[in-house]
């Protein structure tokens, strides 16, 4: 559950640093003007014939870190650059603060981006860097200076002011790149992938940076990313994305609990959860039994299905067990590959079905391969979905 | 034979044994690859190196094609400063028309590539095109075709007769003789253009992305991000370009007749210098005039990487 106790690590790292440092308290989000609310109507995208974003609803409360996944193509940046301005929007509408943007210049919606490639102006110093924009808007040299200095001590990069880009590592360009958004003051900050350049260590580090930053700020901020563990320990809200259309918004928890279809529960989630093909044997207001992995399994929740239906069977690698007491007997399973990582062992494991089943079980554990468990489920963590994939 | 003259002999023959093994030796490793180079060899050494310096001896001398050339020493170089108004006028010209020449065709050559660089449909035909005045504009046949384009009745006064313009002879008359020239030279475009064009394309969309968010207009982000970006590439572009003006030859030839005429508004450094060498066969004093352009060039160029780091930005 790396995601999950990413997620709480993050906000213990946050508070703790925030309850450490009084004069740095989290400011509460309604003190913060800056913040501003984003709302779009049917919103589409298409270039000519090929529509690629087909009529997206969403709201974005001010001061909320929103996170859009999704696999490559779904439409994530797309959306993010209409928003931006650096798309026109084919259709629909947006709203910042209630207020039309389709035909606001990027300039003029308060809005400041960081790219994924950063995006640094490579023949100027990090100071021009981040004064760029301030320049470009005729601001006074002092309260330029003023701006400046404020952005670079918040991202502890003063000493890299005189240094040209090149000059920077992987984490310092992300971080001058942040500043630059940071000296605009917009009222809403959008990332593009940012850490996706970055290694797998620095992108932990930076990934909790920007966290604090938003907590700090206090500003609207929109996120994309492909890597789920970034949208769930980083987001307010996420918006899954597949093939430009929304599948579902709402809390990291939420997303990871009640997954509102197949495609959502396959893509939060790591690894991801197991599916298995289902029919249900019989349901009443009260239960449901289904035949699954060979056997049958019931639940203690209705099903919105008739008898007979073909279903998808979910449960997440994390929620099954090998030991007695830990659920109810699923399936006896045959052990192909055991990963040990130390804090977790990962079994790979074939169903009597033939369909594979991923088992993650906390501690070391030392198993023997082709032998035989029997995989344990809670049957209150089992996901159920209809023929068409919406959890049922 | 003595033991000594024996071991002579020995000691001897073991050293050419051992010479031909090292050239044997040369001969397998690197033999086929001189072999192959053979040709560009002979053409570097006996049509560049050789004449050359055979140019170089031959500008301290009195070289005129049909006697013996006589060692004079600095007195050509000392000639061309102190006693020839001829010379002076050839290194005005030549100064105005790569002062004015240069630059204009690389306004105009970065001009039509940031065109041509906005996505338009057809755009390798469009790039053909704009690059054939580049083959052609060097020939004596274009150099024919403009003479024809800017005479007294030529094309350009009659399209401007239309307007109740009485052009002058652009080529006869020597307030415009040398700008005809010079448009001649801005025409042949294409070749900076296409480079400028890849260095065009190698500025990533991101930094127009990030300052349009930073609200800069399309002037700014031409004088911000695209000028600064393109710096490598100008750099480049702008001594080719000046060492081709210095060199710059058969327009000038071809519309004045080889005279550099009128009054000498069309004497280009390099037709005195022919005038000097085939027309009065004044070979060594031609040599001299080669040799001071050759040093004029590498001087300019010194001077221009010396100058480069200030404004040239590389990204690595």
Redesign the interface.
């Known amino acids: 559950m790396e995601d999950l106790n990413g997620r709480q690590d993050l906000r213990h790292t946050i508070l703790t640093k925030a309850s450490a440092d009084p004069g740095k308290d989290r400011r509460p989000r309604e003190e913060t003007a800056m913040a501003a609310s984003v709302e779009l109507k049917k919103i589409v995208k298409a270039y000519g014939d090929l529509e690629v974003v087909h009529g997206v609803d969403l709201t974005i409360d001010p001061g909320e870190f929103v996170v859009f996944v999704g696999p490559s193509g779904c439409g994530k940046s797309t959306l993010l650059r209409m928003i931006?301005?650096?798309e026109p929007i084919t259709g629909g509408e947006l709203l910042i603060e209630g207020e039309r943007m389709n035909e606001v210049?990027?300039?003029?919606r308060g809005?400041?981006?960081v790219?994924q490639?950063y995006?640094l102006?490579?023949?100027m110093s990090v100071y021009q860097n981040l004064a760029?924009?301030l320049e470009?808007?005729r601001v006074p040299k002092a309260e330029i200076k003023q701006k400046v200095e404020k952005a670079a001590q918040i991202l502890r990069i003063e000493p890299l002011l005189q240094r040209k880009p090149?000059q920077l590592s992987g984490g310092q360009r992300q971080r001058v790149a942040i500043g630059?958004a940071i000296t605009?003051e917009p009222r809403i900050f959008l990332f593009d992938e940012p850490l996706s350049n970055l290694d797998a260590e620095l992108r932990v580090q930076m990934r909790v940076e920007i966290a604090k930053l938003h907590n700090d700020l206090g500003n609207t901020m929109i996120y994309v990313t492909h890597d789920q563990v970034e949208a769930m320990t980083m987001a307010d809200k996420i918006v899954v994305l597949s093939a430009g259309n929304i599948e579902q918004a709402g809390a990291p928890l939420e997303l990871y609990n009640k997954p509102a279809n197949l495609f959502v529960a396959g893509f939060i989630g790591s690894p991801k959860m197991n599916f298995f093909k289902s029919s249900l044997e019989a349901a009443d207001g009260r239960g449901a039994k289904l035949a699954v992995a060979g056997g049958s399994l019931a639940l203690s929740r209705p099903v919105a299905a008739k008898a007979g239906d073909a279903l998808t069977f979910g449960v997440r690698p994390e929620h099954i067990g090998i030991a007695d007491g830990s659920g109810v007997p699923f399936a006896e399973v045959k052990v192909d590959l055991v990963e040990n990582l130390g804090g977790q062992t990962l079994l790979y494991t074939t169903a009597p079905d033939g369909t594979g089943l991923t088992i993650v079980l906390e501690g070391q554990r030392e198993i023997a391969l082709g032998s035989a468990v029997i995989a344990h489920v809670d049957p209150a963590k089992c996901h159920v979905f209809d023929g068409e994939g919406r959890a049922v | 034979m003595t033991a000594r003259s024996m071991e002579t002999g020995v000691s001897a023959t073991g050293r050419a044994v051992a010479k031909t093994g090292v050239w044997a030796r040369i001969w397998q490793q690197d033999g086929p690859g001189y072999l192959f180079l053979l040709p560009w060899l002979i053409g570097f050494f006996g049509l560049t190196v050789g004449p050359m310096i055979t140019s170089l001896y031959l500008s301290f001398t009195n070289f005129d094609l049909l006697t013996t050339p006589d060692w004079v020493g600095a007195a050509n170089y000392t000639r061309m400063f102190t006693n020839d108004p001829k010379f002076a006028a050839a290194m005005r010209v030549t100064f105005f028309f790569v002062i004015f020449s240069v630059p204009l065709k690389l306004a105009f050559a970065l001009a039509v590539a940031m065109l041509l660089n906005r996505g338009l449909k057809g755009l390798p035909l469009y790039r053909a095109v704009f690059y054939l005045p580049s083959l052609l504009g060097g020939s004596v046949a274009i150099a024919i075709l403009w003479r024809q384009l800017f005479a007294g009745d030529g094309l350009v006064n009659q399209f401007l007769a239309n307007f109740g313009i009485i052009g002058p002879s652009w080529i006869s008359n020597p307030n415009y003789s040398l700008w005809t020239l010079i448009i001649l030279s801005v025409w042949q475009f294409g070749s900076p253009m296409i480079i400028f064009l890849a260095g065009l394309r190698q500025i990533?969309q991101?930094?127009y992305?990030?300052?349009?968010?930073?609200?800069?207009s399309k002037w700014?982000q031409f004088w911000?991000?695209t000028l600064?970006?393109l710096?490598p590439v100008v750099f480049f572009n702008a001594i080719v370009q000046t060492i081709d003006a210095f060199k710059s030859f058969t327009p000038a030839f071809v519309i004045s007749g080889g005279t550099g005429q009128p009054i000498n508004s069309t004497l280009f450094y390099t037709l005195y210098l022919y005038q000097e060498a085939f027309g009065f066969f004044r070979m060594g004093y031609a040599s001299a005039l080669a040799w001071f352009l050759l040093l004029m060039i590498a001087a300019f160029t010194a001077f221009s990487f010396l100058t480069s780091k200030y404004w040239v930005?590389y990204?690595?």
């Not at chain 1, 210049?105 to 003029?108: I, L, N, S």
């Open positions: 931006a301005g650096l210049p990027a300039a003029k809005i400041a981006m790219f490639s995006a102006y490579p023949h760029f924009g470009t808007a090149k630059r605009r | 990533p991101d930094m992305e990030a300052a349009s968010l930073d609200g800069a700014r911000k991000i600064p970006l710096t930005h990204d690595d």
